[in-house]
């Protein structure tokens, strides 16, 4: 299995930044793509943030220009950073991974628990 554990969620004023960072453990022989996503309440979950293994990033229009995602391959890390918060932004953000283990001879999508974002007007 692989296990996704986060940080840097929190309470932020808007205009404020959040940096989240997500660290992916266990049985890991290769991860493919890694995301942030979100989800407020009565909305359904969306993709905030992509990147690839090769560094490809793609954002939600509402995103771009704001936030910025990024990786350390080498901790099997995805961070990222949030500036310019707005109340919209508020969310219960889940990071995710597709990953191959030593087990599964496939990827897989595994999932974290999710940080709650707050951003107050």
């Known amino acids: 299995q692989v296990q996704l554990v986060e940080s840097g969620g929190g309470l932020v004023q808007a205009g404020g930044s959040l940096r989240l960072s997500c660290a992916a453990s266990?049985?890991?022989?290769?991860?493919?793509?890694m995301g942030w996503y979100r989800q407020a309440p009565g909305k359904q979950r969306e993709s905030v943030a992509v990147i690839s293994s090769q560094g490809t990033t793609n954002y939600a229009d509402s995103e771009k220009g704001r936030f910025t995602i990024s990786r350390d391959n080498a901790k099997n890390t995805v961070y990222l950073q949030m500036n310019s918060l707005k109340p919209e932004d508020t969310a219960v953000y889940y990071c995710?991974?597709?990953?191959?283990?030593?087990?599964?001879?496939?990827?897989?999508?595994?999932w974290g628990q999710g940080t709650q974002v707050t951003v107050s007007s």
């Open positions: 995710n991974a597709v990953a191959k283990t030593y087990f599964h001879g496939t990827f897989n999508v595994y």
């Open positions: 266990g049985s890991i022989f290769s991860i493919n793509a």
